[in-house]
């Protein structure tokens, strides 16, 4: 059985250490939280790899760097509220909601709501609720968020976004034109959004997400 502790510490010291991730609390997370356990078990002996994971069909986990990076440069702070869009199977929530007061995933799979709700019980993530939704309208509902965090690449941001985000939220993506992703944050000020450019990046597009889908960055 793969030693999944020693390949924990391995990642972190190999893919984000190495990308200058210096937060202590995200590091701890990715240190600890199983992975493995936010994947399928066919995939489990690539889940620390520096690699995309496919969590089901036509979705796909961000490599490790990636996702820590982008965490990183939210600035996720512990009193704030956090809105994870394309929730996946849940590693991204978990992550997150070792770092924020409360996080709220929103998924259109209704398997992947199930499978990731389990996965984030079992991890002891009780301050996260996964919700059955469309992605690209967000969770207006249970907003407004200091952060939207989205795994995964977009063509175009949705105007609705912006939106739930409260004045000083901030907004973590990869815009990805063709070949060229670049991930960003972006900030809303009162009613202007500001960003800027952190690190280029390729993760697969999100389902639904590959034309336009509103606001064109």
Not at 35 to 54: G, L, M, N, Q, T
Request: glycine share 10%; proline share 6%.
């Amino acid at each position: 059985m793969p030693d999944f502790s020693r390949e924990r510490d391995a990642m972190v010291d190999s893919q984000i250490h190495t990308a200058d991730v210096t937060d202590r609390r995200l590091l701890k997370a990715l240190r600890t939280l199983p992975r493995h356990a936010f994947i399928p078990k066919s995939k489990a002996a690539i889940a620390y790899a520096d690699c995309e994971v496919e969590a089901a069909p036509g979705r796909w986990m961000m490599r490790p760097r990636d996702l820590g990076l982008l965490i990183h440069a939210a600035q996720v702070q512990p009193d704030e509220l956090v809105l994870n869009i394309a929730s996946g199977r849940g590693y991204a929530a978990a992550v997150l909601s070792r770092m924020a007061e409360t996080v709220v995933g929103v998924e259109a799979d209704e398997a992947l709501v199930r499978k990731s709700s389990d996965a984030l019980a079992d991890a002891g993530c009780d301050n996260t609720a996964i919700i059955g939704g469309d992605p690209m309208k967000g969770a207006p509902g249970q907003g407004p968020y200091d952060v939207i965090f989205v795994e995964g690449a977009v063509e175009d941001v949705p105007r609705a976004w912006f939106d739930q985000l409260k004045d000083g939220g901030r907004l973590a993506v990869v815009v990805r034109k063709g070949m060229s992703g670049k991930a960003t944050i972006f900030t809303r000020s009162g009613d202007s959004i500001g960003h800027r450019i952190v690190f280029d990046s390729t993760p697969r597009l999100i389902p639904g997400f590959e034309k336009e889908a509103g606001f064109v960055f």
